[in-house]
């Protein structure tokens, strides 16, 4: 079975701070890894995904991840932070024997103070 | 804007009734998916439908159905309606069946049980 595992159902970065919302997924197979982002009274807009080819994917708004294989890990990453970057930030995991299921982790709100 | 419509977007219904709610894919996009998020559940995927046909099915109750129709808009009925039941239901679509693709999501029913 996959699942996935955010860590830190809220976090709060200043403005022009590093951004680091992790996630850890559990897979059998390889998985296809995705990051949405969720804007107050909006629904989910993809920031980036992971489809089993270069291990550092870059996305939307400045954001980036790195799969890790050896640490299960796909941590989204954004070197500076703006006001506009808070949000609800969710990691999904797809693929292997649940082809079309996908997961969703619990999400992470980020805070950005001024 | 995702392309993807949802109809309605709030809607408030008694416990013990029955409701219907309406998605539009993208155009192009042959896969619908419909979620539930819940203050204490967060986002759980209840079904998937490719070009009229369920490809998988996630955490629905047996109260819940859905189908697509021949123009590829689909329809998620919950049934005998429960507090619980009370969530954000999304759609999202694909233009394929497989796990890789982007979804794109649209913007939510609020369903109020009271």
């Known amino acids: 079975a996959q699942s996935v595992t955010q860590l830190g159902s809220h976090v709060s970065v200043s403005e022009g701070a590093l951004v680091l919302l992790r996630c850890n997924y559990s897979s059998s197979v390889p998985p296809y890894l995705f990051w949405y982002v969720q804007y107050p009274n909006q629904g989910l807009q993809l920031l980036l995904k992971?489809?089993?080819?270069?291990?550092l994917v870059k996305g939307i708004n400045g954001f980036e991840a790195e799969f890790k294989k050896s640490e299960t890990s796909f941590h989204l990453t954004k070197p500076s932070a703006h006001m506009s970057d808070a949000a609800e930030y969710f990691c999904?995991?797809?693929?292997?024997?649940?082809?079309?299921?996908?997961?969703f982790g619990s999400g992470t709100k980020l805070n950005v103070k001024p | 804007d995702s392309g993807v419509t949802q109809t309605p977007k709030h809607l408030i219904t008694a416990t013990g009734q029955r409701v219907t709610l309406r998605c539009s894919p993208r155009s192009g996009d042959l896969s619908v998916y419909w979620y539930q998020q819940s203050l204490d559940q967060g986002l759980q995927f209840l079904i998937h439908y490719y070009n009229g046909e369920e490809r998988a099915k996630g955490n629905i109750l047996e109260r819940f159905s859905a189908q697509q129709f021949p123009d590829l808009h689909s329809e998620l009925n919950l049934s005998s309606l429960e507090l619980g039941d009370s969530a954000l239901y999304f759609c999202?679509?694909?233009?394929?069946?497989?796990?890789?693709?982007?979804?794109?999501f649209g913007p939510g029913t609020r369903l109020t049980v009271l």
């Open positions: 992971y489809t089993s080819a270069a291990t």
């Open positions: 999904a995991v797809s693929g292997g024997y649940n082809f079309n299921k996908f997961y």
């Open positions: 999202a679509s694909s233009v394929g069946t497989g796990s890789n693709n982007e979804q794109f």
